[in-house]
């Protein structure tokens, strides 16, 4: 057949194929926003299977089945929220790309959940409620049922709407809302509860403070003096030798206490052994590396984007070995308690702290690039030294705490290091103003604009800290009673 060569027809052709190509940019447009849920929950139905392999015949498998599947859900969300604060501060401060910060997170997470994750989880997440007062069998279990969906639940939320919250406060507020719905307000521990409470003013103050005082340090001795190359190849050694001890110490005491067990104080001699050592081996190093570098920050920013990778490494891996055990602690409590072992302490099988790390890393894969752009850019803006100083703050006051016996949470002692970071900077640039007579008679609106930390970020991660173990204590509450009702 001959081919029409009418021009009209070729332009109604090309038109028709324009629509199509529109129609399937629409397509992949509507499409692409689902394929990250669908991942997630192919990963649910996978877990879901392995579980029933798990627990085929037991009684009760089906609750086990139910349990894991949610323990997953628990897992993808912790990886989307909670990751963030230990990547984002070297994202934003440029030290690694987004794909980089992705993969060693994964990694470094897994790895401290597998390998020095709890191995024991106590009655009822750590104390909270009274295990005698849920002495039922089945009323534990759908206690510890009602509180894993509901800081999950808690947790999208928080996500979904940008804010970084506490993964061990929401299972403890969980935890309290099913006890309190099970055996009334007498089963829970309400002094350790008013510890934890007292922990969201202190942890972030004292990561603020403390750095902001380190990047205080690093203006006076480093940034704002005539030679910085100088200046940094004196410091710069005795920083890296710093954060080496710290991590060591930190390492000790928090990531591998489940496989070696030391006190602090011994822990805190082969820290300082560590950091003298570190300092000594960097000195020559950086002493080459700053060779024929400009007396500039940019200069500064190179020589720290190393050890700020390294501190972001052990961060996740301690971050793995502890909050991943304690979001996995009700799954394994309902397991513990279905093979009728009942509610006094629970053993985290393999399998069940393997759905802990992968899901962690299947949701920080999934979910966690925009969370680690908020906390890594979105709060203040971070180069290489202020994410450093962020990033050391957060080991060095999870190691006061502990040794004050402070409940903390590493998330809010990151976000407030991340915040005093922001607020030292806006006093620092008030404090060159003032110097600058001529600067104070800026305009109201335009001294408000250069404000260098977001209010609107503070005031909602502020407001979710706040509501987080009460939110997430009214939705297991609910949650546990709807359980409750249905199994009557």
């Given at each position: 057949?001959?081919?029409?060569?009418?021009?009209?027809?070729?332009?109604?052709?090309?038109?028709?194929?324009?629509?199509?190509?529109?129609?399937?940019?629409?397509?992949?447009?509507?499409?692409?926003?689902?394929?990250?849920?669908?991942?997630?929950?192919?990963?649910?139905?996978?877990?879901?299977?392995?579980?029933?392999?798990?627990?085929?015949?037991?009684?009760?498998?089906?609750?086990?089945?139910?349990?894991?599947?949610?323990?997953?859900?628990?897992?993808?969300?912790?990886?989307?929220?909670?990751?963030?604060?230990?990547?984002?501060?070297?994202?934003?401060?440029?030290?690694?790309?987004m794909g980089a910060?992705?993969?060693?997170?994964?990694?470094?997470e897994t790895?401290?959940?597998l390998l020095a994750g709890g191995e024991v989880v106590g009655t009822v997440s750590r104390g909270i409620v009274a295990p005698e007062s849920l002495a039922d069998n089945q009323t534990f279990i759908w206690a510890m049922m009602a509180a894993l969906i509901a800081a999950a639940l808690w947790i999208n939320l928080a996500t979904w709407l940008g804010a970084p919250v506490s993964t061990t406060h929401s299972v403890v507020g969980g935890v309290m809302g099913a006890?309190?719905?099970?055996?009334?307000?007498?089963?829970?521990?309400?002094?350790?509860?008013?510890?934890?409470?007292?922990?969201?003013?202190?942890?972030?103050?004292?990561?603020?403070?403390?750095?902001?005082?380190f990047l205080a340090f690093l203006n006076a001795r480093v940034i704002h003096v005539p030679d910085k190359i100088a200046a940094a190849r004196v410091w710069v050694p005795v920083l890296i030798g710093v954060m080496v001890g710290t991590f060591t110490v930190y390492m000790a005491i928090k990531g591998l206490n489940r496989v070696v067990s030391v006190g602090l104080p011994v822990a805190l001699g082969i820290g300082g052994l560590a950091g003298v050592a570190t300092a000594l081996v960097m000195r020559p190093v950086v002493a080459r590396r700053s060779a024929g570098m400009e007396n500039r920050n940019r200069s500064l920013k190179a020589l720290?984007?190393?050890?700020?990778?390294?501190?972001?490494?052990?961060?996740?891996?301690?971050?793995?070995?502890?909050?991943?055990?304690?979001?996995?602690?009700p799954l394994?409590?309902?397991?513990?308690?279905?093979?009728?072992?009942?509610?006094?302490?629970?053993?985290?099988?393999?399998?069940?702290?393997?759905?802990?790390?992968?899901?962690l890393s299947v949701g920080l894969m999934l979910f966690g690039p925009r969370m680690i752009r908020m906390v890594g850019s979105e709060i203040t803006k971070l180069n290489a030294m202020r994410a450093w100083c962020v990033a050391l703050a957060a080991a060095i006051t999870v190691i006061l705490a502990s040794w004050l016996g402070l409940p903390v949470s590493s998330t809010h002692i990151a976000i407030g290091g991340i915040f005093g970071v922001g607020f030292f900077r806006e006093w620092y640039a008030e404090r060159v103003l003032r110097?600058?007579?001529?600067?104070?008679?800026?305009?109201?609106?335009?001294?408000?604009?250069?404000?260098?930390?977001?209010?609107?970020?503070?005031?909602?991660?502020?407001?979710?800290w706040v509501i987080t173990v009460p939110a997430s204590a009214v939705v297991s509450a609910g949650v546990f009673l709807l359980l409750d009702r249905i199994t009557l």
């Open positions: 057949m001959r081919r029409s060569s009418d021009p009209r027809t070729l332009k109604t052709l090309d038109t028709d194929l324009g629509r199509i190509g529109r129609l399937e940019m629409a397509t992949q447009a509507v499409a692409r926003p689902l394929v990250a849920p669908g991942i997630a929950l192919a990963f649910m139905v996978v877990v879901g299977i392995g579980a029933s392999v798990f627990t085929g015949g037991q009684p009760l498998g089906l609750v086990v089945v139910a349990a894991a599947v949610i323990g997953a859900y628990m897992a993808l969300n912790i990886g989307a929220n909670d990751v963030a604060n230990n990547m984002g501060p070297a994202v934003g401060g440029r030290a690694l790309s910060a992705l993969v060693i997170a994964a990694v470094c790895a401290g959940a006890g309190i719905a099970a055996a009334g307000f007498g089963a829970v521990n309400w002094p350790v509860m008013g510890m934890i409470a007292a922990s969201w003013v202190i942890s972030p103050v004292m990561g603020g403070v403390i750095a902001a005082g720290f984007a190393a050890p700020l990778v390294f501190a972001a490494a052990l961060l996740s891996f301690a971050h793995g070995a502890n909050d991943v055990a304690n979001a996995v602690g394994a409590a309902i397991v513990h308690a279905v093979q009728g072992g009942g509610g006094a302490g629970a053993a985290i099988p393999l399998w069940v702290m393997a759905i802990g790390a992968v899901g110097k600058d007579r001529g600067a104070l008679a800026l305009p109201v609106e335009e001294r408000a604009r250069r404000k260098l930390v977001r209010r609107s970020h503070f005031l909602t991660i502020l407001a979710a």
